[in-house]
T-cell receptor, first 115, second 115 residues
Framework: RKEVEQDPGPFNVPEGATVAFNCTYSNSASQSFFWYRQDCRKEPKLLMSVYSSGNEDGRFTAQLNRASQYISLLIRDSKLSDSATYLCVVSSYQGRGSTLGRLYFGRGTQLTVWP | EAGVAQSPRYKIIEKRQSVAFWCNPISGHATLYWYQQILGQGPKLLIQFQNNGVVDDSQLPKDRFSAERLKGVDSTLKIQPAKLEDSAVYLC?????????????FGQGTRLTVV
């Protein structure tokens, strides 16, 4: 079983639409959660961290459900510039007593926003 | 602040040849990762260093891949001999903060084509 599972999409939405991405993770001991954005032929870049209480950054809202091991990203009022691949990322400690962080990526969900 | 530097940006080699990639992480970042990203997939962890020590190389194909970070700063990843299925983007990332809660920064990657 993969550490992080994501629906690869693609999602094709018109400008102004609301779109939601989901991801599940297998390691219940995972500690930190992130959404990264990757533009075509570019490196991944941090979009936002995901906190247990949920967090919002402008049009972007991230949610974490530890009981279900589920992470979500909601994008409101989609812009053309939001077209990219969104990667769900989970950080887990190496093992008991360790504080070193493994970093696991989902396969990414491709979003295309059209005018 | 300088980002993660990688070279070369592109490399084309024939199968069974050797190739090496170089990464210079952000100054002060103790954790360094090498990822392999095949087209249409998320980054797959190959190896993780903490300073000059390997902490996770469980997914590194050790019969042909090797990596080192001798002085705990720069790192090299080598493939010998290369196979067609090694065609991918090789991403280097670095991170600070041992608790795994911090952002990982990526270099632009090396795009390898094996023909």
């Amino acid at each position: 079983r993969k550490e992080v599972e994501q629906d690869p999409g693609p999602f094709n939405v018109p400008e102004g639409a609301t779109v939601a991405f989901n991801c599940t993770y297998s390691n219940s001991a995972s500690q930190s959660f992130f959404w990264y954005r990757q533009d075509c032929r570019k490196e991944p870049k941090l979009l936002m961290s995901v906190y247990s209480s949920g967090n919002e950054d402008g049009r972007f809202t991230a949610q974490l459900n530890r009981a279900s091991q589920y992470i979500s990203l909601l994008i409101r009022d989609s812009k053309l510039s939001d077209s990219a691949t969104y990667l769900c990322v989970v950080s887990s400690y190496q093992g008991r007593g360790s504080t070193l962080g493994r970093l696991y990526f989902g396969r990414g969900t491709q979003l295309t926003v059209w005018p | 602040e300088a980002g993660v530097a990688q070279s070369p940006r592109y490399k084309i080699i024939e199968k069974r040849q050797s190739v090496a990639f170089w990464c210079n992480p952000i100054s002060g970042h103790a954790t360094l990762y090498w990822y392999q990203q095949i087209l249409g997939q998320g980054p797959k962890l190959l190896i993780q260093f903490q300073n000059n020590g390997v902490v996770d190389d469980s997914q590194l194909p050790k019969d042909r891949f090797s990596a080192e970070r001798l002085k705990g700063v720069d790192s090299t990843l080598k493939i010998q001999p290369a196979k067609l299925e090694d065609s991918a983007v090789y991403l280097c990332a670095s991170r600070t903060g041992q608790k795994g809660t911090t952002e990982a920064f990526f270099g632009q990657g090396t795009r390898l084509t094996v023909v």
